[in-house]
């Protein structure tokens, strides 16, 4: 039994679909995916609502895309799609190194996770990797994830601009409501939303309360 067939690629040549607001990064990579053998684009996108609703009607064996698109992110696109192909590869290609938002992301079942400043080689590799049913992560995210492994197990301190959002966020405002009184972006007031969940190692509002009070940050 073939590669492909082992994988449940019923195609030898792995149709793949890419995601990428940048169009200079989508003609880089689907001239390089093109000089390959046994590979062959089939279809792109530069958003994430377009991808989805193509995707469902494309028969695509691996879907490499960003993190950060224009209507979403990465995370987004990869649960929705995998509710309707999941059996569906994934390669994260993405410019993001922090080693929270790279767990996450890995946690959805992505098979690699690839940075944008990496040579065209580790593409290639992960390429093949994925092909053979493997993991892989470039030699810079495996140094990350290694480095987060070691750091200081206590809750890392709040930033200002964090104690801000969380003070608000006790007061009970929503994001919107966050956004236009610190003058910042909904998608930002998310990602201090995020950042102070995961510093403060609470998973719930009720949680992050007791804990926001009881180390006297409100």
Avoid: C, W
Avoid at 67 to 85: E, N, T
Avoid at 146 to 165: A, G, I, N, Q, W
């Amino acid at each position: 039994m073939g590669i492909s067939s082992y994988l449940g690629f019923s195609n030898p040549s792995i149709r793949v679909y890419l995601v990428d607001d940048h169009l200079m990064m989508l003609d880089g990579v689907s001239k390089l995916i093109g000089e390959l053998d046994g590979y062959e684009v089939v279809g792109r996108a530069t958003e994430m609502v377009a991808a989805i609703v193509d995707l469902r009607v494309t028969d695509v064996d691996l879907l490499i895309t960003d993190f950060q698109l224009p209507d979403g992110d990465g995370l987004a696109l990869i649960r929705r799609v995998k509710k309707h192909k999941p059996n569906l590869k994934v390669i994260m290609l993405s410019m993001y190194d922090e080693a929270h938002l790279v767990k996450e992301i890995l946690k959805e079942g992505v098979d690699a996770y690839v940075l944008k400043r990496d040579s065209h080689h580790e593409l290639v590799h992960a390429l093949s990797e994925v092909r053979a049913g493997k993991k892989y992560m470039s030699d810079d995210i495996n140094r990350m994830i290694l480095l987060s492994l070691h750091e200081d197990r206590e809750p890392k301190s709040l930033t200002d601009r964090e104690r801000e959002v969380l003070r608000l966020v006790a007061q009970e405002y929503t994001n919107k409501m966050i956004a236009e009184a610190l003058f910042i972006s909904e998608r930002t007031v998310e990602t201090h939303r995020k950042n102070i969940f995961r510093k403060t190692r609470t998973s719930s509002l009720v949680g992050l309360i007791k804990y926001a009070y009881s180390n006297n940050l409100i």
